[in-house]
């Protein structure tokens, strides 16, 4: 009986042998094991298929031999050495192998075969209708915005959209917004992820106004080149293109998400390295210990495993940050003008101290002592403005106390009224933006800016008023032209602002190129407080809830005791270029305003 | 043309075949010198016999002194020692004939004999007689030669009553007693070994604890186990001299300031190892050394001379063979020219295989305040684990060190039954740069051993259940 080169598998040609555990002449049992092969899948036993002899070993050790060779011969004594060429059993492990090996080329060859099918109408319906898509790009916000951020997408590849239904929601360097759809349409094909930030102009998404539902084919299409060739990893290319809505705001999925996405998103982005890091779990502690925002992680130049960066990359740029101290004098200011997003932010970060805990050694918390909530970008931004305020403008604060009886008393007598005539519920604010405005026209440089050396006053009065937008926004849109307005027209201006901020559809331009602002924390019973300057203007009016105090008032030269409602109004102003006698008279003049209303003036 | 590579690898152990097989594999044409069998040290007098070796001791360990606690009685309980010796030798032929087959597999010339480079680009090939039989010439020459015992006038190795390494795993018979010099990972696991079977074993170590370089809280641990196991240990000594007498050998120590007369029927020498960097050109073509080691620069493993490279035992500590595979690996891919990250030297991981096995990574508990680091340190014991209860391995610890700061894993050290198993995880932590916070929440199987890492992370922060 002939004893061959087993075949191991489906691709193995030849074998080595490894062993001989019998020897020419030695008696061997069925199934005890003869020699030992090895081949470039398993190395393996091969058991005798026959009690018998060795009568003959025909190679060595070590020597490689193709499958199917006779490798030795089994003397079975009588009948069997009679019998047709028999092969030995194969190691039952071996079968095993091949089915696997089968089964694992027919679900290739099954997936392969099902792209055809499937991709090959869908690929059809596009062209055909190729011209019924629709290109969904990155809107531009206002002049100076070139680029903005997709910080969530409403709307899933297949979805169907209605014309101006919000279709993704986007941030950029001045403002959040919600983008609706241009048509009606179904959502074909999502290009950008959540996170990422593109320019202007970029193509983010795909609208199929036919409802041809292209985002299978962009599936299909993978999955093809998947079986057809290993250049993409497939539980990317599905997830990216399936789930792009499940990606959320948290720091730590953003950028695992980002990582998802790019790969998705091949060649197209090949090269522009923005938004795909992986961002170990020792990096994202040291990021958060001192303050390194997400977009100083995207610039550091990772040393790792594909461009990862590694604890060594964050540490040695924490460094020479540190070691680049923020700009004094002039070139501060210039800095301070420098429009990208980028730049502001980067200039802002650095000013963050490396630690907000006095040893400068922060504590370590368990996880149940603290939550730790990863910043949004709205949070984020609100950060780095006030610390580049703070950074930039000398605060000081003067305070005054105006008696606004007189409003006070028009205000119940003809606020129904109003409401009933012209739509709109009278509150103290316009009247005291009004005296603003008064104030601004008397004393400009409270309406100025300052450029290095140069101050620049504003002829037109852009004033701003802030609004909190739940659950934790603030933001500070102004109104153009405001001077024009009277009261009314500015009740109605400030409700106007005020609802789109907190429906988030302001555009950039209302809250670019403001000139001075108001903040009313007196609608949270606050009576008076230190605002922070809404850069690059120069100084901000803080506005207390009016109460009824018992003031002392002199009638016909005796003092007596009257009750007044009163109104603390506080000026915070940049002290480069306000000084405190300016500041003084500002506020009086808007206190004289207020405190000798008159209905005419309606 | 038959006797010009892109690569030549001379010394073909864990660092050098590994890494002709990667340059093969990255397209390079290899070939691989070495004088012996393929695999080196660590196939055939290193890793793979020594731990054949020791698992007889295990299992002998297991039977001798814990069958009854299993409910198993054993009658005549007995080993053969030519057997045991046989059985670890029949491995290590095995497994050299597999790598003799793996390289070739891999397309890589297997040149037998002893490598000289007579310049930069040549290298003379010589048969056991001393003949040259050949010549080859190499765009890059990598030299992985490895290392040899480290020897001392004073304990001069006669390879019969003092020995080293290498026949301590050849021995004819079970040696009575047994002194070793040196608490490294070779002597304690040596001293594990025989000390089982039967050997009266008496350790002789320099520095203040056996396995100085681990933790000092492990290395008084296994001390402990070591001592109840009947093995004597004297620290802080020095010897003076070996003198072979007969059938004995007379050590001389000072130990803490006292001289002692010490002596047993085999001294095994196990102080360290020297790099082999004689008698194969380097002298010749100037190629700098560093205290018996080639000095290269640990990016590219290039030596100072352009297209020579060096890796493995032959270029210093740690002398370890998954670190010599891995320069070997890095080597050629920066010959390749891939932009791979430079190895992380403080991210390797270091096992001693006797029981309680010992595995470590990282920095020790003193290392790290050494450096400066402010640390938080998270220990959970064995006896606290399920699992160790009910395979009866209750001796040891897992052991955490965290800079307080940021959170880094700084080390990790396991003292216990499978440690060296269980060290891989610490690796991959560490290498992907995971903090505590990462190993608490990476839900670990239940019952295993490995949970005690887990919980040993909790620990470092108030977090951990069982303790
Ligand atoms: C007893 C013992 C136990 C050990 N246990 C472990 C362990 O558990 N884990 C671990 O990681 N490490 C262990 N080591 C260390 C490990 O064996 C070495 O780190 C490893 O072998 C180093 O690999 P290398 O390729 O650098 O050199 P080596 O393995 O030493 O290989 C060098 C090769 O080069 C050949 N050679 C040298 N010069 C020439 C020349 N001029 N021409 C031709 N050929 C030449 C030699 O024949 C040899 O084969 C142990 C070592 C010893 C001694």
């Not at chain 1, 002899?53 to 004594?77: C, M, Q, R, Y």
């Not at chain 1, 650095?350 to 603290?370: F, I, L, N, R, W």
Request: aromatic share 6%.
């Amino acid at each position: 009986m002939d004893i061959i080169m087993p075949k191991m598998g489906e691709s193995v040609n030849e074998g080595t042998i490894i062993k001989w555990h019998k020897n020419k002449g030695d008696a061997v049992k069925r199934d005890e094991v003869i020699f030992e092969i090895s081949t470039d899948k398993v190395d393996t036993e091969i058991p005798s298929p026959a009690d018998g002899v060795l009568s003959e070993v025909k190679f060595n050790e070590g020597d490689t031999v193709a499958v199917g060779t006779v490798v030795a011969i089994l003397n079975t004594s009588g009948e069997a050495s009679t019998k047709n060429k028999e092969t030995i059993s194969e190691p039952a492990h071996h079968e095993e192998e091949i089915k696997t090996e089968y089964h694992e080329v027919k679900k290739q060859v099954d997936e392969t075969v099902h792209a055809e099918v499937v991709s090959m109408p869908a690929a059809a319906e596009i062209k055909s209708g190729s011209n019924d898509l629709i290109e969904l790009t990155m809107p531009k916000m206002g002049e100076s915005v070139m680029e903005g951020t997709i910080i969530k997408w409403h709307k899933k590849v297949g979805d169907t959209v209605k014309k101006d239904e919000t279709v993704f929601e986007i941030s950029t360097d001045k403002v959040d917004t919600e983008v609706p759809s241009p048509a009606n349409g179904v959502l074909a094909q999502i290009l950008i992820g959540e996170q990422e930030t593109v320019e202007v102009g970029t193509v983010v998404a795909k609208l199929s106004v036919s409802g041809t539902v292209i985002s299978k084919d962009e599936i299909i299409t993978k999955t093809e080149d998947l079986s057809g060739s290993q250049k993409k990893e497939p539980v990317f290319v599905k997830e990216g293109i399936a789930q792009p809505a499940a990606m959320h705001d948290n720091f730590a999925r953003t950028s695992i998400t980002e990582y998802e996405e790019v790969k998705a998103e091949g060649s197209e982005k090949s090269g522009s390295n923005n938004g795909s890091r992986f961002l170990s779990p020792l990096v994202m502690n040291i990021a958060r210990k001192e303050n390194i925002s997400f977009e100083e992680l995207e610039k550091i130049n990772g040393t790792g495993l594909d461009g990862r960066v590694t604890k060594k990359d964050i540490l040695s740029y924490i460094e020479t940050r540190s070691k680049t101290k923020p700009p004094q004098n002039q070139s501060s200011v210039e800095e301070i003008k420098k429009e990208t997003p980028h730049e502001q932010s980067y200039e802002a970060v650095k000013a963050v101290p490396a630690s907000y805990t006095a040893s400068g050694v922060q504590p370590v918390y368990s996880s149940h002592e603290v939550e730790r909530i990863p910043m949004d970008n709205v949070r984020q931004k609100i950060m780095q403005h006030m610390i580049n305020s703070r950074d930039t403008s000398v605060h000081v604060s003067a305070m005054i106390e105006a008696d606004v009886t007189r409003i006070y008393r028009f205000l119940k007598a003809n606020r129904d009224e109003i409401q009933r005539k012209q739509g709109i519920k009278l509150t103290y604010m316009p009247f005291v933006a009004h005296a603003c405005i008064k104030a601004l026209k008397e004393f400009p440089l409270v309406n100025a800016t300052v450029d290095g050396y140069t101050i620049v006053k504003k002829k037109f009065i852009n004033l701003g008023i802030a609004v909190a937008v739940e659950p934790n926004g603030l933001i500070v849109p102004n109104i153009k032209n405001a001077d024009e307005k009277n009261i009314i027209g500015l009740a109605r201006a400030i409700n106007d602002i005020a609802e789109r901020a907190r429906t988030k559809r302001l555009t950039p331009d209302d809250i670019t190129n403001g000139t001075f602002s108001i903040t009313n924390y007196g609608i949270f019973g606050t009576i008076f407080g230190t605002p922070i300057i809404n850069q690059p203007e120069v100084a901000i009016l803080g506005v207390g809830t009016v109460v009824k105090k018992p003031v002392v008032v002199e009638v016909e030269g005796v003092d007596t005791i009257a009750i007044k409602p009163t109104m603390a109004l506080t000026l915070t102003h940049d002290h480069r270029l306000v000084d405190g006698m300016l500041g003084g008279r500002f506020l009086k003049s808007i206190k004289d305003t207020l405190e000798s209303f008159s209905e005419n003036e309606i | 043309m038959a006797n010009q590579y892109e690569i030549v690898v001379l010394g073909g152990g864990p660092g050098g075949y590994v890494a002709a097989i990667r340059a093969a594999q990255l397209g390079f044409k290899t070939a691989v010198i070495d004088k012996d069998k393929l695999g080196g040290i660590c196939l055939n007098w290193g890793c793979i016999p020594t731990k054949s070796l020791l698992k007889n001791a295990e299992i002998y360990d297991l039977m001798k002194n814990h069958s009854s606690d299993f409910g198993i009685k054993i009658q005549g309980l007995d080993f053969d020692f030519e057997r045991i010796i046989k059985r670890s030798r029949e491995i290590s032929d095995r497994i050299t004939k597999n790598v003799e087959i793996l390289v070739k597999k891999n397309k890589v010339d297997r040149i037998k004999g002893f490598g000289k480079l007579s310049s930069k680009n040549q290298i003379d090939i010589f048969n056991e007689e001393g003949q040259k039989t050949n010549s080859i010439t190499a765009d890059n020459i990598l030299i992985a030669t490895g290392a040899r015992p480290k020897v001392l006038p004073s304990i001069p190795v006669d390879k019969k009553r003092i020995i080293t390494s290498t026949e301590a795993m050849i021995l004819p018979e079970l040696p009575k007693e047994m002194i070793i010099i040196g608490a490294g990972a070779i002597g304690v696991e040596f001293a594990y070994f025989y000390s089982v079977l039967g050997t009266r074993v008496t350790i002789i170590e320099m520095m203040d604890t056996i396995l100085p370089i681990e933790d000092r809280e492990v290395s008084e641990t296994l001390a402990k186990s070591f001592k109840k196991r009947g093995i004597d240990i004297f620290t802080k000594s020095s010897v003076e001299k070996a003198i072979v007498k007969g059938n004995k050998v007379s050590v001389t120590i000072t130990s803490e300031g006292q001289k002692k007369e010490l002596s047993a029927d085999i001294v095994l020498n196990a102080i360290g190892v020297t790099g082999n960097v004689e008698g194969f050109g380097l002298e010749e073509l100037g190629v700098e050394l560093f205290k018996n080691h080639i000095k290269v620069n640990k990016s590219t493993y290039e030596t100072n001379i352009k297209g020579i490279y060096a890796i493995g035992d032959v270029i210093g500590p740690p002398w370890l063979a998954h670190v010599a595979s891995h320069e070997g690996i890095h080597c050629v891919e920066k010959i390749k020219g891939l932009r791979i990250p430079d190895i992380d030297y403080n991210n390797i991981p270091g096992c001693t295989f006797c029981q309680p096995q010992v595995a470590s990574i990282g920095l020790t508990e003193a290392k790290a305040k050494e450096a400066g680091y402010e640390i938080k340190v998270g220990k959970f014991p064995f006896m606290a684990s399920g699992k160790a209860f009910a395979i009866g391995e209750r001796e040891g610890f897992v052991k955490f060190i965290f800079d307080a700061k940021y959170g880094e894993i700084l080390g990790v050290h396991i003292i216990g039954s499978e440690a060296t198993e269980m060290i891989a995880e610490a690796g991959l932590a560490k290498s992907l740069e995971a903090t505590g916070e990462s190993i608490i929440k990476t839900i670990h199987a239940h019952p295993t051993l490995a949970e005690s890492i887990m919980e040993a992370a909790a620990q470092a922060y108030g977090e951990a259940i069982h303790i």
